[in-house]
């Protein structure tokens, strides 16, 4: 059915954000991953919505997005700074502090 | 056939009515709002020489914002309900709200000096800071998966600017892109499980959601939802094992901004949590249970041991942090087991508002002495009652308050969240009581030892001359420790928090 497939192209969605977060070591890449990973849930939203026939999922998404883009605004200032202080974004790199 | 409800969903659009703004119960938030403009603006117009106002603006703030919260709960008649049961403000949301608020203006004092004397961005920091605070103040108003998930984000999104906050310095950025990256991908798995409860119910209001779920016999999608739903949250109250990110940050952050994390943030976290399990995923219980079991046990234990083995105090007070989470998150696992339910929620704000005082505390001293020897490490407290007498004796306090030793704040807050959990009365909660009470006597290895630091060894430099302590951190020690005292002494002013048995719709159910 075709709620079903909604949900299924989410989860693939899903699953690879969360493996992008995991596997990658550069610091756009893992951002990149994690928008993945809310555009799985928008889609799961709006789905939900048709099938649950309320408005509510369609605002929930809308809310998503727009604090999505807030989010991603400060990753981009982070990923930049230190950028600046280590002309490298690799997270592997990032460890100072152990224990 | 799937599509067939759109037309609907238009219609409901034109059955759309503004509602009714309750604006008493909503002052606290309109005041931190405006407050926020104020601060913003003023600290355009002002000279490098003049922003130290800004602080001192934004604690006024903070207690301004308290006006409306203690005329609330004055006038205290029945809950305030708004947007249909969506955000409500009762008695539970108002003691958080004071919490929040009075943890805040603390840690303004706290902040102050460092960041005057760093040269750091004041009126920016502080700003954030009130953004910050707003977005808890309104998590403990928040009934609904949407107003929970903004709220949520409002308090953590300037978190992360604030632990980056000194951008020249790679340790600090290493703890603001640890934070933010593991904490952006938390709250994306947090709305991921969010999706799915609100598919399978229908609602995104939290007690729609709990009359939806029927306990014994949940689908999978709704299983599925509630594990990645604790596992969002357990990130933000750095429960073990999604705490990975807590020592690094805490410790490369500027240490007013540990201080916030570790008990602001955390307790927001907290606030969330409680909401959600309480009102949403209460039909849950076979499922939640397990869940919150583990994690409480596993965050004791391992919080515990892996601050036996620090040597720098701030990471040992993070890993002591986490530890102190798993004490809260105790009475939230034996929800509506045994004689339980009326006193979890009373275990958990009461230890909050104590972990807190006692917290922020153990923090401002540790503030205090680093100004003077530019050290984190716990060696460098050595011989500290020879040159700081009264800073040796508040930190006795705070590090005895921590341990749970009588009859200091923390030992009230322990023995609340114990009696809770026995009262359960099932195998499963005596279990974690004795896990607890183990940990608490591992625990008090690393607050002795930091003791016998400050009491027996001398000092690593020879430098004895005494420590000039600012008069803010002055005010923050004398309010943090009045409090871990008075709480301890007199349990009484919080124990009449029991008149709180339940959060406003859990009854109603």
Not at chain 2, 44 to 63: H, I, N, P, R, Y
Not at chain 2, 112 to 136: A, D, I, T
Not at chain 2, 427 to 455: C, D, K, S
């Amino acid at each position: 059915m075709l709620a079903v497939n909604f949900l299924i192209l989410a989860a693939v969605l899903f699953s690879i954000g969360v493996f992008g977060v995991i596997a990658r070591r550069n610091a756009v890449m893992v951002l990149m991953s994690v928008e993945l990973v809310l555009n799985s849930v928008m889609l799961n939203l709006v789905a939900f919505s048709q099938i649950t026939d309320s408005i509510d999922g369609q605002l929930f998404a809308l809310f998503v997005i727009a604090i999505a883009a807030a989010e991603v605004g400060v990753g981009l200032a982070m990923v930049l700074m230190v950028y600046r202080n280590r002309r490298s974004i690799a997270l592997d790199e990032l460890s100072e502090m152990k224990g | 056939m799937i599509f067939a409800g759109s037309q609907s969903v238009i219609a409901q659009i034109n059955q759309w009515v503004a509602p009714t703004i309750d604006w008493h119960a909503l002052a606290p938030e309109l005041v931190l709002i405006v407050g926020i403009n104020l601060v913003l603006f003023i600290d355009l117009s002002l000279g490098a020489a003049k922003k130290w106002a800004m602080a001192t603006l934004t604690g006024l703030v903070f207690l301004a914002a308290f006006i409306p919260v203690v005329t609330l709960a004055v006038i205290g008649d029945a809950s305030r309900e708004m947007f249909d049961g969506r955000y409500v403000v009762d008695g539970y949301s108002l003691i958080l709200k004071a919490i929040f608020l009075l943890a805040a203006y603390v840690l303004v004092l706290m902040s102050q000096n460092e960041l005057e004397e760093g040269g750091y961005y004041q009126g920016e920091f502080y700003v954030l800071m009130m953004c910050s605070v707003l977005g808890m103040v309104m998590m403990t108003s928040a009934r609904d998966l949407i107003a929970i998930f903004v709220a949520l984000e409002l308090l953590s999104i300037p978190a992360y600017m604030m632990a980056a906050w000194r951008k020249r310095d790679s340790r600090s950025n290493e703890a603001g892109v640890k934070y933010y990256l593991l904490g952006v991908f938390a709250s994306a798995v947090l709305l991921y499980g969010m999706s799915f409860l609100y598919g399978t119910t229908g609602s995104t209001k939290l007690t729609d959601i709990g009359a939806s779920l029927v306990d014994g016999d949940l689908l999978g999608l709704q299983v599925l939802a509630v594990v990645f739903v604790l596992g969002g949250l357990a990130f933000k109250i750095s429960a073990v094992p999604f705490h990975s990110w807590a020592p690094d940050t805490y410790e490369g952050a500027p240490t007013p901004v540990t201080a916030f994390l570790s008990v602001a943030s955390k307790a927001a976290g907290f606030v969330a949590l409680m909401s959600i399990v309480m009102l949403a995923l209460a039909p849950a219980n076979s499922v939640v249970r397990p869940m919150l079991w583990v994690l409480a046990a596993l965050t004791m234990t391992v919080g515990n041991v892996m601050a036996l083995r620090q040597t720098n105090i701030v990471r040992m007070l993070a890993y002591s942090s986490v530890s102190q989470g798993g004490f809260i998150l105790m009475p939230l696992v034996v929800i509506g087991t045994g004689n339980a339910g009326d006193s979890v929620l009373r275990a958990v704000i009461v230890y909050l508002l104590i972990y807190a005082f006692m917290n922020l505390g153990a923090f401002s001293i540790v503030i205090a002495v680093a100004r003077r020897t530019r050290s984190g490490e716990i060696t460098s407290f050595g011989g500290l009652f020879g040159y700081a007498p009264g800073l040796a004796v508040l930190m006795t306090i705070f590090m005895a308050s921590l341990a749970g030793i009588p009859p200091l704040g923390g030992w009230i807050a322990k023995f609340n969240v114990f009696k809770t959990v026995l009262d359960a009365g099932d195998t499963a909660a005596y279990v974690l009581a004795l896990i607890g009470a183990v940990n608490t006597v591992i625990a008090a290895a690393y607050y002795m030892r930091v003791l016998r630091q400050v009491w027996m060894a001398p000092a690593p430099d020879g430098d004895v001359s005494p420590i000039k302590v600012p008069s803010s951190i002055q005010a923050a020690l004398a309010i943090t420790a009045v409090g871990t005292v008075l709480l301890g002494v007199l349990p009484g002013l919080v124990l009449r928090f029991g008149d709180i048995t339940d959060l406003t719709g859990a009854l109603a159910r």
